[in-house]
């Protein structure tokens, strides 16, 4: 199965202990799909996939975090939002 784009040459960050080396990172439409070593990805490459050399860089999974602090958010909540203002006057409106 030839994926869509193909890391390697650098680190692997697994999400658990060290980096590993040696290994690549398979991706089709935008999931990660295979992660075998450096020797395993002929069956991996098609016409089609875009190979990128990361020349020894780490390769790491993007972390997306979205939370609030209940206390903060809710004093937050009392007070006046002036964010978009942009003047002075505006603000004192607001």
């Known amino acids: 199965m030839a994926v869509d784009v193909l890391f390697s040459g650098g680190e692997v960050f697994t999400g658990s202990g060290e980096p590993v080396t040696g290994m690549s990172v398979g991706v089709t439409a935008g999931k990660i799909t295979a992660i075998v070593p450096?020797?395993?990805t002929?069956?991996?490459?098609g016409p089609?996939?875009?190979k990128i050399n990361l020349n020894g860089a780490l390769l790491?999974?993007?972390f997306q975090d979205a939370h609030v602090h209940p206390t903060t958010a809710g004093v937050e909540l009392l007070q006046c939002n002036l964010s978009k203002t942009e003047t002075a006057e505006e603000a004192v409106e607001r």
């Open 42 to 45: 002929a069956s991996l490459v």
């Open 60 to 62: 790491s999974p993007g």
């Open 38 to 40: 450096d020797s395993e």
């Open 48 to 50: 089609n996939t875009q």
